[in-house]
C-alpha cells in the first residue's frame, strides 16, 4: 500500500508562484512514476497536469502549463514536487498527486495510477 499526502497549496496572486509537494510512503518509490492532476469544483474530470519518469529524466506537461509548471522528484526523499509559476485565477483547483507501480515512464492517462492523495487547494485570485 502506499500512501500519498501533498502540501503546498494556498491562496496566491494571479502571476505569483508556488510550490507543492507530494511524500510517498513505501520503500519502492523510486520505481513509480508520478503525476499530478487538478479537478475544479463542480467537474467531475480530473485534469492531467505534468506527470515524471521514475528516475525524474522525462517529464511530461498538460498545453495549459507548459513552460510555467515544473515537476521535479528527489528519490531520497520520496517526494516530487510541482513548481508553479505565473500562476492564472483558471490554475485554481484541487491539484492531487498520483503514483502508478505500472509505469515508469511519464503518463497523463489517469488510468494507469494506482494511488491518490487527499489534494491540496490552490487558489489563484486576480
Known amino acids: 500500500q502506499v500512501q500519498l499526502v501533498e502540501s503546498g497549496g494556498g491562496l496566491v496572486q494571479a502571476g505569483g508562484s508556488l510550490r507543492l509537494s507530494c511524500v510517498a510512503s513505501g520503500d519502492s518509490f523510486k520505481t513509480y512514476a508520478m503525476a499530478w492532476f487538478r479537478q475544479v469544483p463542480g467537474k467531475e474530470e480530473r485534469e492531467f497536469v505534468a506527470?515524471?519518469?521514475?528516475?525524474?529524466?522525462?517529464?511530461m506537461y498538460a498545453d495549459s502549463v507548459k513552460g510555467r509548471f515544473t515537476s521535479s522528484r528527489d528519490n531520497a526523499k520520496n517526494t516530487v514536487y510541482l513548481q508553479m509559476n505565473s500562476l492564472k485565477p483558471e490554475d485554481t483547483a484541487v491539484y492531487y498527486c498520483?503514483?502508478?507501480?505500472?509505469?515508469?515512464?511519464?503518463?497523463?492517462?489517469?488510468?494507469?495510477?494506482?494511488?491518490w492523495g487527499q489534494g491540496t487547494q490552490v487558489t489563484v485570485s486576480s
Open positions: 506527470s515524471i519518469s521514475w528516475k525524474g529524466g522525462s517529464t
Open positions: 498520483a503514483a502508478t507501480l505500472r509505469v515508469i515512464v511519464a503518463t497523463p492517462r489517469g488510468y494507469e495510477y494506482d494511488y
